[in-house]
């Protein structure tokens, strides 16, 4: 594909509603990560993916977020009961995982950024 | 844990001059990954340019180039012959390079403007 896809693009929802965003990485990407970053700050990690095998979710805040990635592709970020804290840009990212470089050894890939979707909980 | 600092919350520079963005990290591995990435008014993440660790010469990329100073920990971006669309916010991030812990470490972000 041409680039990470995300959707919605904006999304606004009242407090104590479940929202799910999506993310469609790039075709051929087997890692996929999200992040999530307030104004004015970086972006912070959130989880990533290994095909469909969630590999890291330490960075998940609370047990109202929650990942998943089913098929190995197109993968949703849902939370739960939304405060007005979650209120943030929330970025997905995919690369090719690991791959082999010039001399043999392995390298990581780079991350792609998606558009993100911009989430305001009122 | 892995942090990146940006000192510089803003940047500016005349067009056409050069400027040089600062970023230092703590970290007690020795293999790793270094990023710029920078989000324009339209805020995507674009990545500007990436150095390996275990490499001693300077990734370069056109106009962008980086110091890596591996012992002092600081990874300096610079930005030669500045245009007007280099004015956005510039990331700083960090990662490990073992497969299995791919996270991306950010700065604060240094926001460059370009002055006509």
Same mark, same amino acid.
């Given at each position: 594909?041409?680039?990470?896809?995300?959707?919605?693009?904006? +999304?606004?929802? +009242?407090?104590?509603? !479940?929202? @799910?965003?999506?993310?469609?990485?790039?075709?051929?990407?087997?890692?996929?990560?999200?992040?999530?970053? @307030?104004?004015?700050?970086?972006?912070?990690?959130?989880?990533? &993916?290994?095909?469909? @095998?969630?590999?890291? +979710?330490?960075?998940?805040?609370?047990?109202?977020?929650? @990942?998943?990635?089913?098929?190995?592709?197109?993968?949703?970020?849902?939370?739960?009961?939304?405060?007005?804290? !979650?209120?943030?840009?929330?970025?997905?990212?995919?690369?090719?995982?690991?791959?082999? !470089?010039?001399?043999?050894?392995?390298?990581?890939?780079?991350?792609? &950024?998606?558009?993100?979707?911009?989430?305001?909980?009122? | 844990?892995?942090?990146?600092?940006?000192?510089?919350?803003?940047?500016?520079?005349?067009?056409?001059?050069?400027?040089?963005?600062?970023?230092?990290?703590?970290?007690?591995?020795?293999?790793?990954?270094? %990023?710029? =990435? $920078?989000?324009?008014?339209?805020?995507?993440? #674009?990545?500007?340019?990436?150095?390996?660790?275990?490499?001693?010469?300077?990734?370069?990329?056109?106009? %962008?180039?980086?110091?890596?100073? $591996?012992?002092?920990?600081?990874?300096?971006?610079? #930005?030669?012959?500045?245009?007007?669309?280099?004015?956005?916010? =510039?990331?700083?991030? =960090?990662?490990?390079?073992? %497969?299995?812990?791919?996270?991306?470490?950010?700065?604060?972000?240094?926001?460059?403007?370009? #002055?006509?």
């Amino acid at each position: 594909g041409a680039g990470v896809s995300q959707s919605p693009r904006y +999304k606004v929802t +009242k407090r104590g509603q !479940d929202v @799910a965003l999506r993310c469609d990485p790039i075709s051929g990407h087997v890692s996929l990560y999200w992040y999530r970053q @307030a104004l004015g700050q970086g972006p912070e990690f959130l989880t990533y &993916f290994n095909y469909e @095998a969630q590999q890291d +979710k330490s960075g998940l805040p609370n047990d109202r977020f929650s @990942a998943e990635r089913p098929e190995g592709s197109i993968s949703t970020l849902t939370i739960q009961r939304t405060e007005q804290r !979650d209120s943030a840009m929330y970025r997905c990212a995919s690369s090719l995982g690991l791959t082999v !470089d010039w001399a043999g050894g392995g390298l990581l890939e780079t991350q792609y &950024f998606g558009p993100g979707t911009r989430l305001l909980v009122l | 844990a892995q942090t990146v600092t940006q000192s510089q919350p803003e940047m500016s520079v005349q067009e056409a001059e050069t400027v040089t963005l600062s970023c230092t990290y703590d970290t007690s591995e020795s293999d790793y990954y270094l %990023f710029w =990435y $920078k989000q324009p008014p339209s805020r995507q993440m #674009i990545l500007v340019i990436r150095q390996e660790a275990y490499k001693q010469q300077n990734a370069t990329e056109n106009r %962008f180039s980086v110091n890596f100073q $591996k012992a002092a920990k600081s990874f300096s971006l610079k #930005i030669s012959d500045s245009q007007l669309g280099d004015a956005a916010m =510039y990331f700083c991030a =960090y990662r490990l390079s073992n %497969f299995g812990n791919e996270k991306l470490t950010f700065g604060t972000g240094t926001r460059l403007t370009i #002055i006509p």
